[in-house]
């Protein structure tokens, strides 16, 4: 799997960049997976459910599964939240695998940046970026630049980069 990241403040548009890339290259015939952070508390079980009822009940993990999706729910009541690579093995196979968040992660990635959020670029102080999305073109940058809305230049920019083979024909569940 080849891992890339987003990178960028709170407002920047990175989940909106992220779903115009995923939806780009599921159209080009490649398997996505994606781990998001969340930077609060969330709870993405619904209160009263049997899941949750089995968490809290204590379950350190809960598999929910129908026929077209599953879940896993595991607490982390006392312990650390898990480091970026303990998410990524738990994924399933997939082509390319874009984290959202993970600002410090050793991952290559993209940084999205808008001036109007008003916080300072990232890319100058972090190796790992190799390129800025932006509204709005940085004069001092001496990586690639983007405009966040073009998305084609964007996508095939990252392929070359991370040096992504053509994909297999597939659809988002495997191979047709």
């Known amino acids: 799997m080849i891992v890339f990241g987003l990178a960028g403040w709170s407002g920047a548009g990175k989940t909106q960049l992220a779903e115009a890339l995923i939806q780009h290259f599921t159209q080009m015939g490649y398997r996505i997976a994606t781990v998001k952070h969340a930077h609060h508390k969330f709870d993405a079980d619904i209160r009263g459910k ?3 009822r089995h968490r809290k009940a204590g379950a350190a993990q809960v598999l929910i599964s129908s026929q077209h999706r599953s879940a896993l729910f595991t607490e982390y009541a006392d312990t650390k939240e898990p480091e970026l690579e303990a998410l990524l093995s738990q994924l399933a196979p997939a082509d390319l695998v874009l984290v959202e968040g993970f600002k410090s992660a050793s991952i290559p990635k993209l940084e999205v940046w808008r001036p109007s959020v008003g916080k300072p670029i990232l890319h100058s102080d ?12 940085i004069d001092e940058c001496t990586i690639p630049q983007f ?5 084609a230049s964007i996508a095939s920019f990252l392929l070359e980069q991370l040096a992504v083979p053509k994909p297999q024909q597939q659809n988002r569940f495997g191979k047709l």
């Open 50 to 52: 049997d899941s949750w």
């Open 126 to 137: 972090d190796p790992h970026i190799f390129g800025v999305a932006t509204d709005n073109i």
């Open 147 to 151: 405009h966040l809305d073009d998305i």
